[in-house]
């Protein structure tokens, strides 16, 4: 058995970017929550009063002056938009985003020193994996096709054909290790052997070629289907000192759950081949979040918070098969016919306690007071990797008064894009995963509106939130990207009680 399979994480140094590309599903959250804090863009960080906001701010917690129970609900479509094709493909979730009990403990008599102590236990998802599309692409060269790939990775490395069909038959050189517990081979490679996908140059010789003539074309078709959510469950305490200025701590344990299923495959004449894998991770991990609120006058408050860099422990599990049909010559060498061939992949493949440290995030938001007629907040986010890319997000949100106990609110939101530069995703040349490919975010715009009633006792709040952006979809490292529009819309519904 192996006892290293490289890359089965894209966590590898030989494989910078592949680790960032994953670092960009892992560590990117939405902006999601509660119905208020959707409808504000997440512009909250100065205004507190919010279960979401106080889990980007725990000294938002510090506002409270009463028990309250929440819950969200959510209703999200989201449409997927080749830009090479007409079709669209749309993946609707229902899903409960956010539920938090906050218990406020004020000194009544007091609006010096040490007003309230308030504590909040909540669980929200801040990050909602699911999406379904497919793209078709035509007329590609054969240097753009997934089998030159596999031969590239045994290609000029020593690999006999002799390594890559042994099987564990009995003729075959006792030293030579079974193909797929060769740490010098990779999966790809060797099922699209046995598949006759790829071929040696020469007998004996450690150099390979695609099935694919030199200038023949091709034609692709990739569909994936991604599901799964990224959860923190989080505890805060927040402190009011004097109504003017508010401090905050919180514990997060986070948790994620995500499942992609790719089919890819390419069409050249006659001939075709199909890779179906499946790639599942979970992982959990912890970090803490402080935060400062300030309000020095009626007329303008900001407020400042660090979260702490997410330490998480992964598990994975990979698994696939490839099919080819081959057009292949009968014994005479005169007639030919389509022959089908399958490769499973020879076990699942499963590492757990792999280590990855999401980016710590950073906060700051001033906030303008108008009166009784409402508030316009500013708000700035980093999230920073240590030696890699910064995401910065710009947010605007705007809420007015309407009769007193009915709110209305707008937002905007700008999310700088993950990578500058066109990625080249290099897999490691003894992978032993299947799934090859990768999806290249552009920057993110949200655009927003609620509505809501907060009366004595309950509160009913609504909102709509549509993002969009561009990203550019990989079928593995050698293919052309293709392009691909995303449309997601949020509909959320809070519901809380709270006492007087």
């Not at 094709?85 to 009544?108: I, M, Y």
């Not at 402080?290 to 860099?309: D, K, M, N």
Request: hydrophobic share 35%.
């Amino acid at each position: 058995m192996r006892k290293t399979l490289l890359l089965l994480l894209l966590f590898v140094a030989t494989n910078a970017i592949g680790q960032e590309l994953d670092c960009q599903r892992l560590s990117a959250r939405d902006i999601d929550g509660t119905a208020r804090y959707v409808g504000m863009a997440g512009a909250m960080t100065a205004i507190g009063g919010d279960p979401s906001a106080v889990l980007d701010n725990p000294a938002g917690l510090g506002v409270y002056r009463h028990w309250e129970i929440m819950m969200s609900l959510s209703v999200r479509p989201e449409v997927n938009i080749p830009l090479n094709e007409s079709v669209k493909w749309t993946h609707t979730l229902f899903d409960a985003s956010q539920v938090s009990g906050v218990f406020s403990f004020v000194n009544p008599y007091s609006d010096y020193g040490v007003v309230a102590n308030n504590i909040m236990i909540g669980f929200q998802k801040v990050r909602t994996y699911n999406s379904r599309y497919q793209i078709r692409g035509k007329s590609h060269s054969p240097e753009h096709s997934l089998t030159g790939l596999a031969a590239q990775q045994v290609s000029n490395r020593g690999i006999t054909e002799n390594m890559l069909s042994n099987e564990g038959d009995v003729v075959t050189i006792p030293s030579t290790p079974i193909w797929y517990e060769n740490e010098e081979i990779s999966w790809l490679s060797g099922m699209m052997y046995h598949t006759y996908l790829i071929n040696p140059d020469n007998q004996g010789g450690d150099t390979y070629h695609s099935l694919l003539y030199k200038d023949e074309p091709f034609a692709t078709d990739i569909n994936v289907d991604e599901s799964g959510s990224h959860n923190s469950f989080n505890f805060s305490y927040g402190m009011n000192v004097s109504n003017r200025f508010y401090w905050g701590l919180g514990l997060n344990i986070d948790w994620l759950s995500y499942r992609k299923e790719t089919t890819y495959k390419e069409t050249f004449g006659a001939e075709n081949f199909t890779i179906q894998s499946i790639l599942r991770q979970k992982g959990i991990g912890v970090n803490g979040t402080i935060g400062v609120l300030y309000h020095p006058v009626e007329a303008f408050r900001i407020g400042a918070s660090f979260q702490t860099p997410t330490a998480m422990s992964l598990d994975l599990m990979s698994d696939g098969q490839i099919l080819s049909n081959i057009e292949m010559q009968d014994e005479t060498g005169k007639n030919s016919q389509i022959v089908t061939f399958t490769k499973m992949a020879p076990y699942a493949v499963r590492y757990t306690d792999q280590k990855f440290t999401a980016p710590l995030r950073f906060s700051v938001s001033p906030t303008v007071q108008i009166g009784e007629y409402g508030l316009i907040a500013f708000q700035y986010d980093l999230s920073h990797w240590k030696n890699t890319f910064d995401i910065h997000t710009f947010k605007v949100g705007v809420e007015a008064a309407i009769s007193g106990s009915f709110l209305i609110e707008t937002g905007y939101a700008y999310e700088s894009n993950f990578l500058k530069k066109q990625p080249i995703y290099q897999q490691a040349q003894n992978t032993v995963r299947l799934d090859t490919d990768w999806k290249n975010i552009d920057h993110s715009q949200y655009a927003s509106i609620g509505f809501g009633y907060h009366g004595d006792w309950a509160i009913a709040h609504i909102a709509y939130q549509c993002r969009w952006y561009n990203s550019d979809v990989y079928a593995h490292e050698l293919a052309i990207p293709e392009p691909m529009r995303t449309m997601t819309h949020n509909i959320v519904f809070s519901l809380a009680w709270h006492s007087r």
